[in-house]
């Protein structure tokens, strides 16, 4: 099978149909002053929609909560200035026959950039820890967690409004949602936390729960996990399939439609004894849609690329082996996308000399 007929093969989930199977990954560019996605925002989805990308993830979008973000050039999905924002966004990528979906995001207990613009007293987690033993901002309360709750549901509600194809729950990359999962950063003793993964998963349940209460069922509900963490490379969600299982089924039960596993490289696999990866996994245990992302067509992984080495591209042959044997469903691409807005156009066209390189360093120059 060759790689158009691979990718191109269309997909549907809860009602929203895909003409292929290519995600443009969620990618903070901190190009929103004052938390409001302009023109130029629109243009650039918009570019990679007419380039024939089958759905978009925005890059992170703050929900409207103190603390919530750590950079003011970040988008919100809250504000009259920022919905009109968005509206204009939704409507350039439908109109080059793309689908979209925002990234629900809080960014819990880490610095960025926040110590140069807002106050620590502002920074919120489940135990006031960045990292294991690394105190940073204070515990929420229940009154916190329930506001939280509700300030992911109202931004969903929103995005509905505004005709987003579905949302995405960034639960990943130890924010404050994975800051829950993480046994190191929840020391929790009350019903949002406790001894198991299972068990420091309700706050996402929870979320997810109030969500499908407000977007109904025919909205898809996304849900990006990772293993590692930004404070720790080497930390692990799940040990093993079963606890990643025990973790995804209330989850999934709570109206997650589709599981999007972040690695570090897409072809490690996730656990001992199977070559599957993290999503191939999700797959498994769940039944549900699973989205792999994670260096995807191009050398070196996204924190070597963002750290400034560049990265050139190269084959995806195996993910195609991977993807045409149906270990997972979606694969989400994302600097080799935000290095050319044409990556899937020339990959199906067999066009591998037009590909290019990721450089962090000529970021500017890239819409």
């Known amino acids: 099978m060759s790689a158009a007929e691979t990718l191109f093969r269309p997909y549907v989930v809860t009602g929203m149909r ?46 409207e909560r103190p603390g919530s973000c750590d950079d003011p050039n970040v988008p919100r999905l809250w504000g009259e200035a920022a919905m009109a924002g968005w509206a204009e966004v939704v409507r350039a990528v439908h109109a080059e026959g793309g689908r979209i979906m925002p990234q629900l995001w809080h960014v819990g207990a880490t610095q960025g950039r926040r110590s140069q613009w807002a106050a620590d007293a502002q920074v919120e987690s489940p135990s006031g820890l960045m990292a294991p033993d690394a105190p940073f901002g204070r515990a929420m309360t229940d009154a916190d967690i329930a506001d939280t709750i509700d300030a992911f549901a109202a931004a969903a509600r929103r995005a509905a409004d505004l005709g987003f194809d579905g949302v995405e729950i960034h639960a990943a990359h130890g924010y404050l949602i994975d800051q829950f999962f993480w046994a190191g950063t929840n020391r929790r003793t009350d019903r949002y ?60 039960d709570a109206g997650v439609d589709i599981v999007h596993c ?94 290019r390189a990721f450089d962090i360093s000529k970021l500017d120059q890239l819409h």
Not at 202 to 222: C, H, K, N, T, W
Not at 229 to 243: C, I
Not at 276 to 300: D, E, F, P, Q
């Open 18 to 63: 895909l003409p292929n199977r290519v995600v443009m990954a969620p990618m903070t560019r901190s190009r929103s002053p004052g938390g409001v996605p302009g023109s130029d925002v629109a243009a650039y989805y918009a570019r990679r929609a007419r380039a024939g990308v089958g759905l978009i993830i925005t890059e992170g979008t703050v929900v």
């Open 193 to 252: 936390g406790g001894a198991s993964l299972a068990d420091r998963t309700r706050f996402a349940v929870e979320i997810v729960q109030a969500i499908r209460r407000e977007v109904g069922d025919g909205l898809p509900i996304s849900l990006r996990i990772s293993q590692w963490k930004q404070q720790d490379y080497a930390a692990r969600l799940a040990e093993g399939p079963a606890e990643l299982a025990a973790m995804l089924e209330p989850l999934c």
């Open 262 to 355: 972040s690695q570090r490289r897409f072809w490690e696999p996730a656990f001992e004894g199977s070559d599957l990866n993290l999503a191939g996994w999700a797959r498994r245990l769940t039944g549900r849609t699973s989205m792999t992302v994670g260096s995807v067509g191009l050398s070196g992984d996204f924190i070597a690329g963002f750290g400034g080495e560049a990265s050139a591209p190269t084959s995806i042959d195996q993910l195609l082996e991977r993807l045409t044997r149906d270990e997972f469903d979606l694969v989400a691409v994302g600097r080799a996308l935000l290095s050319d807005p044409h990556w899937l156009e020339n990959i199906a066209a067999g066009r591998g000399d037009r590909l």
